[in-house]
T-cell receptor, first 116, second 110 residues
Framework: DTEVTQTPKHLVMGMTNKKSLKCEQH?????MYWYKQKAKKPPELMFV???????INESVPSRFSPECPNSSLLNLHLHALQPEDSALYLC???????????????FGNGTRLTVT | GQNIDQPTEMTATEGAIVQINCTYQ??????LFWYQQHAGEAPTFLSY????GLEEKGRFSSFLSRSKGYSYLLLKELQMKDSASYLC???????????FGTGTRLQVFP
């Protein structure tokens, strides 16, 4: 069982819809991430939050809007998406963001998003 | 850029040994992770190497040579359930990010 939970597991939305993806972890991790993964490709980093503050935005289009209400929760708000945004969206957490200490990412099972 | 390269696909037979290689530019990386990802599931952490040498964990071992920019994941006594993608990922000093390789899809046949 994964210790990072994501909801919903599947989401189908039209290009004019507004929806949100949710992620929760209770491991006391201080860094949380959103990744996008297309079929047969590695995960692509979208956003990183460290201590509830946005620390990395990988030039993601504004139709994706992240939010970190508290240290355990991470949301991704979606609006006016395009069909090419269809992908698996993975949330992850780690003890801290610093990528020089061997702090592994713990991934949720993802939300399979289809934009019609 | 900071590239991490892996073979795209590999096949092996149940019970055999397979080595999945990963090469990267030596500048700017600290340690190296290996993750396993079954189709439709989340990646799961397998190993982390920051010092040169071999780290063994049961049927899986991971090796790192920092001077050569080279790592491998060794899977012994292959089982059908080992069919998955294996992702090599480097810790980047410069960007404070984890850089993923392209991933290697391993298929184990009976």
């Amino acid at each position: 069982d994964t210790e990072v939970t994501q909801t919903p597991k599947h989401l189908v939305m039209g290009m004019t819809n507004k929806k949100s993806l949710k992620c929760e972890q209770h491991m006391g991790h201080r860094a949380m991430y959103w990744y996008k993964q297309k079929a047969k490709k590695p995960p692509e980093l979208m956003f990183v939050y460290s201590y509830e503050k946005l620390s990395i935005n990988e030039s993601v289009p504004s139709r994706f809007s992240p939010e970190c209400p508290n240290s355990s929760l991470l949301n991704l708000h979606l609006h006016a998406l395009q069909p090419e945004d269809s992908a698996l969206y993975l949330c992850a957490s780690s003890q801290d963001q610093a990528q020089t200490g061997g702090s592994p990412l713990h991934f949720g099972n993802g939300t399979r998003l289809t934009v019609t | 850029g900071q590239n991490i390269d892996q073979p795209t696909e590999m096949t092996a037979t149940e019970g055999a040994i397979v080595q999945i290689n990963c090469t990267y530019q030596t500048s700017g990386f600290n340690g190296l992770f290996w993750y396993q990802q079954h189709a439709g599931e989340a990646p799961t952490f397998l190993s982390y190497n920051v010092l040169d040498g071999l780290e063994e964990k049961g049927r899986f071992s991971s090796f790192l040579s920092r001077s050569k920019g080279y790592s491998y994941l060794l899977l012994k006594e292959l089982q059908m359930k080992d069919s998955a993608s294996y992702l090599c990922a480097g810790e980047s000093y410069n960007t404070d990010k984890l850089i993923f390789g392209t991933g290697t899809r391993l298929q184990v046949f009976p």
